[in-house]
């Protein structure tokens, strides 16, 4: 599956359910954009605390963080410049061809619209 991991829901999780279920998982994923370039630092600082304070956020925090990636390929999108930079990450191979062709990405574009008005 391109989109969806393969997951298992355990055996028992429903009173009807006795035996282990194969599915597919839906990833949350978050995302920010800084589409105007003023937040660079606030975004790659965020970054930065979620990625150094993992260890602890899944020891003590929701049950869910224990499921966190943050290497995780996500299909279609690349790390943020500035979210690589505070992670202390090499530029990624097309944040510059992407840059230069702002009109080839459809989720930029409806956002950008939406935050514009």
């Not at 599956?1 to 997951?7: I, L, R, V």
């Not at 899944?58 to 290497?71: E, I």
């Not at 702002?102 to 008005?117: R, S, T």
Request: proline content about 8%; hydrophobic content about 40%.
């Amino acid at each position: 599956m391109e989109f969806y991991p393969s997951a298992s829901i355990p055996a028992s999780t429903y009173a009807w359910q006795p035996a282990a279920t194969a599915t597919v998982a839906a990833k949350a994923v978050l995302v920010s954009f800084d589409f105007r370039r003023k937040d660079c630092d606030l975004v790659g600082k965020m970054a930065q605390t979620v990625s150094t304070r993992l260890d602890w956020l899944q020891k003590n925090g929701h049950p869910k963080w224990k499921a966190v990636d943050l290497n995780y390929p996500l299909r279609g999108w690349e790390q943020y410049d500035c979210v690589r930079k505070y992670l202390g990450k090499a530029p990624g191979p097309t944040s510059t061809t992407t840059a230069k062709q702002p009109g080839l990405n459809p989720v930029f574009e409806a956002i950008k619209g939406v935050l514009d008005e």
